[in-house]
């Protein structure tokens, strides 16, 4: 049986809210653990524009381009 949310009692919806909050920390839990595990999996390439991407950035960084957090901060006006 269908209800609106009007319709539920406290308890059917602290129930409903509990159950998608367990489910999303789940999926999340299970995402984590994933990452976490494949780090001993063997390295695979990099997608191409990532590749440029951090090889430009070392680039940057090596010839001195580079901004510390405090200088960018201050350049974002916070």
Do not use: C, H, Y
């Not at 406290?10 to 653990?33: I, K, S």
């Not at 997608?47 to 201050?74: C, N, T, V």
Request: aromatic share 6%; net charge negative; proline share 4%.
């Amino acid at each position: 049986m269908n209800k609106t949310l009007n319709q539920l009692s406290p308890d059917e919806f602290e129930g409903l809210v509990e159950r998608a909050v367990d489910r999303r920390l789940e999926v999340w839990m299970t995402q984590l653990m994933d990452a976490l595990t494949s780090i001993d999996e063997p390295a695979s390439e990099f997608r191409p524009e990532f590749a440029d991407s951090l090889r430009k950035a070392i680039l940057q960084s090596e010839a001195g381009e580079g901004m510390d957090l405090k200088s960018f901060r201050a350049e974002i006006g916070e």
